[in-house]
């Protein structure tokens, strides 16, 4: 149940209210929920700074899955720690991340903030 609840908190147009129980939710006993708190949280389009900073937050968790989506939601908000972000992932080698759009975050993030000229 709480699983599927991160979902629908952070769907577009989230309420600034039902902020503080997708934070918590982060932080879940639960390895599922937080793993999918953390991905959809990615995906919001809350660019609040307590969002942005609980997802620097999360790059110090155990879990890579975890660890992937805080660092493609800073890559989403063109936040200029995405490269650390990426480097504490750590490496991408297992068959699930292969296809994974948030392991192309960090090139994207590239090429969108590369100087032009």
Request: charged residues 30%.
């Amino acid at each position: 149940m709480r699983a599927a609840a991160v979902e629908v908190l952070a769907r577009e147009g989230m309420p600034a209210e039902g902020r503080p129980l997708l934070l918590a939710l982060l932080d879940d006993a639960a390895a599922q929920v937080a793993r999918r708190a953390a991905c959809a949280t990615a995906w919001s389009t809350d660019r609040s700074p307590e969002i942005t900073e609980a997802l620097v937050r999360l790059l110090d968790a155990e879990d890579q899955d975890v660890r992937l989506s805080a660092a493609y939601g800073l890559a989403l908000r063109d936040d200029p720690r995405t490269v650390g972000a990426y480097a504490r992932v750590g490496r991408l080698d297992r068959p699930e991340f292969e296809h994974d759009p948030r392991a192309d975050g960090l090139w994207r993030w590239k090429l969108r903030n590369a100087p032009s000229g």
